[in-house]
Every structure is written in C-alpha cells, then in structure tokens.
C-alpha cells in the first residue's frame, strides 16, 4: 500500500531553498532523483495557518474558512483553529479510506480525524508559539488536542521502547528555547511511530523555529540560516529514527509561505484607534460596522501608502463586516499599543506580503519510491492537497486543483 510521509518547515521560502543547499544535506538528499517545484505560489494571505490550511485542504481561505492566523470569532479575532475548517481536510479523507492516519505535531488537524494525534507544541491550554508575546486561551479543536488522549497508545510505546521522552515538558519562560526543544520532541517522535509496528499509512508533522528566528533575526541572515540548517538536522534525526522502514516512504517536503525583509511597522492601534483590526503581515483585516466606518478606516489608512484590498479571498459570510488591506512593500503591520502610526518593526522579516510578491514563494519536493524524477518551474498551491491524495491512492476528483504527477 502507497505511504505519504509530509513534512512542513515554516518560513522556508523557494529562495532561501534554492540559494543555500550546502548547508541542508539531509534534505538535499532526500531531494535527489525526485520531483521538484522550485517556486510553490502561496494563496492569499501567505500566512501561517491558512497555508496549514491550504495544504490540507487544496482549497483557499474563501471555501476553507481560514483567511488568517487570527479569524473573526463572534465579537473579536482570535486564533483560528481546526475547527474553523469548513471542508474535510485530507487526514480526514484517508482516515474515511480506511488508512492509517498520524499526525504528530501539525498544526490544523482535529485530534479526531486521525488514528495517532499528537498536538503541536504551540497548542496546549494557550495557543502560543515561540514569537507570541502572550498566549490565547484554547479554543474548539485545540482545546479537545490539549486534553486529547491517544486511545491506541502507538506513540507512547515507541518512545518509551526507545527511551525517549514521551511528552512535551511543561513550559518555560524563554519561549525560542521551548520552540526548539518542542520541534526536537517532534522530530524524534514522528521518525519512531513510523519505524514501529504497524507502519501508519500516512504521517503529517512540521517543525516551526525557522519562521520564528527569521521574524527576529532577519532574512537570510546567519541567525536565520543556522535554524534552517537545525532544521535539516531535524529531517536527519527523523531519518535516522526511521532507518529501513524509511524506503517504505513517499516523501513531500514544503513549507508553507516565504519570507522577506521589513523596513517598517504601520500600527492600527494609532491609526485606527477604537477600531478593531488583525494584522496578517502586510495584509490587515478590519471589522466595520458601516460604510462610515469603512470609509474612515480606508482614509486613515490611505495616509500611509495602505489600499484596500479585493476581499473576494475571503468567506463569503465574512465580507459583510471584514475589510482588507494592503501596505506598501517593505511595510507590515504590528500590533501592539502605539502612539505612532510608523515605527520601527519588532519583526524585522515577515511574511503575508503583497499577493503574488516571489518572496512569499515556497519549495516543495517529493520523493520515494512512486515518485517520478521530475521539475516543474512553478505550482500552485491547490496543486498540494490533490498531488498527496494521488500518492496516498484516495481519490482526487474532490480537489479543484490538478495533483501534480498527472
């Protein structure tokens, strides 16, 4: 039976793929004799979560539910969650196939629909990762994967049999090291549960540090370059973990937006003040309540470069009351109280960034033993979901987009 082994690296942009492979011999490796995309185009907004989303889904913001790493939730943003998944993601497809589904780790997925779910580190009783100044408390699906129990008890015994621990440690203050230590656990646990008895058919994870170290250290940057190469290393620790069985695997690499430098943070809370607005990167979401108060937010924001921004892109339902905007390349936006409306950003690389910009290009490789030898200049990213399902053997038809090995 075909096996899928998906592997997502936040933050890792086509560029910085392209540019620096000698510093990435285990995934150079497993890139070799494989099929290539050497730019993956993201949706929009190339953002954290809805990227999660894209990949799992084939499908944008608009059908998917998700257009942000905050959505509107009854009367303010918050954290978007599993939940807030509006069409069956491709765990939950290969589950009703009768496969074997493991996630350990991946944001995005409901705890139910796979057979082994273990949460992301990211995701307790807060949702807060290594960039977040405070946490949100947990709501919907990541509330039921913080209290989650693995009922088939596979990944505890693979770690125990290894001696290896068999749960995040409680967490501590500095919040990077806590991000490195958590895609370690990941890395160690994915590679164990998939050497042991029974194989599971189809195995998601990520490891996020890169994401965070290129909003606080830069882009391309020494700093930012060593967490890639951590990250590579973490691709060798799973490999190591899964030795023979390894070859069962195909394997699909990617990551989910790119990312690019910042010059400067545009502020809501001083240009907007009173208003209730989410900054996506260089996108921002705004509730309004009238045409008065889309006007007033469209002339202060005009004040600084930012436009609105088609909101085709997002839930039908949520175009009502939601306005988007965009800010001049170079900018983002950051919230945060602030007297001024233009500071010095506290992300110096960012990502969400004008839809299109090459920058927020991703890569993405596959290989094992039923992919072709192959390149493809440039994908779309709807073309993920259904290139998966084609290797997992389910059916594709319900995917918009074309896998790729067609």
């Excluded at 990077?176 to 994915?190: C, E, L, P, T």
């Excluded at 090459?358 to 072709?372: H, K, L, N, T």
Aim: net charge negative.
């Amino acid at each position: 039976m075909p096996k899928v082994f998906l592997i997502m690296l936040d933050g890792v942009s086509a560029d910085t793929f392209r540019s620096h492979h000698s510093r990435l011999p285990f995934l150079s490796r497993l890139a070799a004799g494989g099929f290539s995309v050497e730019r993956l185009r993201s949706l929009v907004p190339g953002i954290s979560l809805p990227g999660r989303t894209s990949i799992l889904t084939g499908r944008g913001a608009a059908e998917a539910g998700v257009y942000g790493n905050n959505v509107w939730h009854d009367t303010r943003f918050s954290y978007a969650d599993p939940d807030d998944v509006r069409v069956p993601t491709l765990p939950r497809l290969a589950l009703a196939a009768g496969l074997d589904v493991a996630c350990v780790g991946f944001g995005m997925v409901r705890p139910e629909d796979a057979t082994v779910f273990k949460r992301p580190w990211w995701a307790d009783n807060f949702v807060q990762r290594a960039r977040d100044d405070v946490g949100e408390p947990a709501q919907g699906a990541w509330r039921r994967a913080a209290d989650h129990v693995d009922p088939t008890g596979r990944l505890i015994a693979a770690a125990t049999a290894a001696g290896y621990p068999a749960d995040y440690p409680e967490r501590f203050p500095d919040r990077r090291i806590y991000a490195f230590s958590g895609d370690m656990h990941v890395a160690n646990w994915v590679g164990l549960l998939a050497a042991a008895d029974p194989a599971p058919d189809f195995v998601l994870t990520e490891f996020l540090v890169t994401d965070s170290v290129q909003h606080s250290h830069g882009f391309d940057t020494e700093a930012s370059l060593w967490a890639l190469g951590y990250l590579d290393a973490l691709v060798g620790v799973t490999l190591g973990r899964l030795g023979e069985r390894a070859a069962e695997y195909n394997f699909v690499i990617l990551s989910d937006h790119g990312h690019w430098h910042v010059q400067k943070a545009l502020r809501p809370e001083a240009i907007l003040p009173g208003m209730q607005a989410d900054c996506q990167g260089a996108m921002l979401h705004v509730k309004v309540d009238s045409a008065a108060d889309e006007a007033r937010a469209t002339a202060a924001l005009a004040e600084h470069g930012v436009v609105p921004y088609d909101p085709s892109y997002l839930p039908e339902d949520h175009r009502a009351f939601l306005r988007s905007y965009l800010a001049p390349d170079g900018f983002s936006f950051e919230s945060g109280p602030s007297e001024l409306p233009v500071t010095e950003p506290k992300n110096i690389s960012s990502h969400g960034l004008r839809p299109g910009h090459p920058a927020d290009d991703r890569f993405m490789f596959m290989s094992g033993p039923d992919v072709p030898t192959g390149t493809v200049a440039m994908a779309d990213a709807d073309q993920v979901a259904p290139t998966v399902a084609q290797l997992l053997g389910i059916a594709t038809g319900v995917f918009p987009g074309r896998s790729l090995l067609v």
